[in-house]
């Protein structure tokens, strides 16, 4: 049996019928013989029995023939700009042994050409050394015609230029430079727009602390009294831009919070973020992990929001999603919590 394929119609050839002998030197398929009508009566109701069965079974096969399979997802590759830092090599550990991700580039004015996996502490070499020079990273990413992201981690001084470049090459850039002015963050993002290039500027990459502002938006609608409670290792840090989202996430909703003393302003009271009243009182003690709390209060009742971070690590999840899904914007987002 030969199966053809023409014009997207399979057709089944089938064999003509041979006799077989019988001992006594008369065929069975010889003509006029009582046993030739019974063979060919035989052979004509098996052979459109078969041939049914065989069309059926050719037609699927050239059906599965002619689908195409899915395209396989293309690697990203990563370039990680401000690698010493500690972020930085946490983040060259995590790309390298994420599903789908390719370390392309490591980016610093220090440890220039030190491999990057001893940087971050790897098992083992990556054979990617530290670099000085993004342009010809990027360059060498864009002639292979790759998916590519660049990671930020740098100054905020550096973020518009470093975006821009990225840009140029046909890559999208995920921003993690918590000191960054919103000014920048405006003007990224009417670059982005004209540019149609994807950008995400994250003020946290902690998945634990976004889940702690979205509950507390839920609850600020349920009380009238809010403070936000932090404790973090570097006084520079503070009011952490944690607690400054938060405060900006849950104003202008219609809520004036701690309307007893709004007004005050006894320092031991804290620090007014916003124009609602939401209070931050800052902490920075030796041995504390970073930690924000939200604490909302209404008669007989105190509600409390707390996320912790004791290691750098717990922002990594975060930074691959962010990676993941920053590939398929044309513009420029604020904030991890559009992706969740």
């Known amino acids: 049996m030969n199966h053809g394929a023409m014009g997207g119609r399979c057709f089944l050839n089938l064999l003509p019928y041979s006799t077989t002998p019988c001992k006594d030197g008369v065929g069975i398929g010889t003509p006029g013989s009582s046993s030739w009508r019974h063979s060919v009566h035989h052979h004509h109701r098996t052979s459109k029995v078969v041939a049914g069965r065989r069309s059926a079974a050719a037609s699927v096969s050239c059906s599965a023939a002619s689908a195409q399979a899915p395209p396989s997802q293309s690697t990203i590759k990563v370039v990680i700009v401000g690698a010493t830092k500690e972020m930085g090599r946490a983040a060259i550990a995590a790309v390298s042994r994420a599903r789908g991700m390719e370390l392309a580039g490591a980016i610093d004015t220090q440890c220039i050409g030190m491999d990057a996996g001893e940087l971050s502490g790897m098992d083992e070499a990556l054979e990617i050394p530290v670099l000085n020079d993004l342009t010809m990273v990027l360059g060498s990413i864009a002639q292979t015609r790759a998916t590519g992201v660049v990671v930020d981690f740098s100054e905020p001084s550096s973020v518009y230029d470093n975006v821009k470049q990225a840009a140029a090459f046909g890559l999208s850039s995920v921003v993690y430079v918590p000191k960054i ?160």
Do not use: W
């Open 181 to 340: 002015e919103m000014d920048t963050v405006t003007e990224l993002s009417a670059f982005c727009d004209k540019a149609s290039m994807g950008c995400l500027v994250a003020p946290t990459l902690s998945i634990g602390s976004v889940l702690l502002q979205q509950a507390a938006i839920q609850a600020s609608f349920h009380y009238n009294n809010v403070e936000i409670v932090e404790s973090r290792p570097n006084p520079s840090d503070l009011p952490s831009p944690d607690a400054i989202q938060i405060a900006n996430n849950i104003s202008d909703l219609g809520q004036i919070y701690n309307r007893q003393d709004m007004d005050s302003d006894n320092p031991a009271r804290g620090q007014v973020l916003g124009e609602d009243g939401v209070r931050v009182h800052s902490m920075v003690l030796p041995g504390l992990a970073s930690s924000t709390s939200v604490v909302l209060s209404g008669p007989g009742e105190v509600y409390t929001l707390k996320h912790d971070v004791t290691d750098v690590q717990s922002l990594m999840p975060g930074l691959i999603l962010a990676i993941r899904k920053v590939i398929r914007l044309k513009n420029l987002i604020y904030g991890l919590e559009k992706f969740l």
